[in-house]
């Protein structure tokens, strides 16, 4: 049925048309339920490492289609089962629809 987890802290939403900006606030906001639940994340690090990626490729995402759609392609695999699935799912997609 249901699942009881404790002090998990999660904010993410995507619908509709999906620009830069869109994604950069998933992101913080993913980044934001990282921090917030890394003691419990078995690859926070990794997670951290992604997000850095994120948004550095942001900046000229043209130039980095490549880097973005590998975490997109990767990211759900990561959360999945965490804390941070719904955020990370989401920032996920709404890559996926940035890049078309």
Known sequence: MGQNIAHVYQSASAQG???VEAVRD????FRSDVELNAPS????AVLRV???TVDTSLRAPD???????RVAQDLPGLVV??????????????LGSLLG
């Open 17 to 19: 048309t999906v620009d």
């Open 26 to 29: 998933l992101l913080a906001s």
């Open 41 to 44: 994340l078995q690859y926070a």
């Open 50 to 52: 992604m997000a850095g």
């Open 63 to 69: 130039e980095h289609v490549g880097a973005l759609r």
């Open 81 to 94: 089962g965490t804390a941070v699935q719904e955020g990370g799912s989401t920032l996920a997609n709404a």
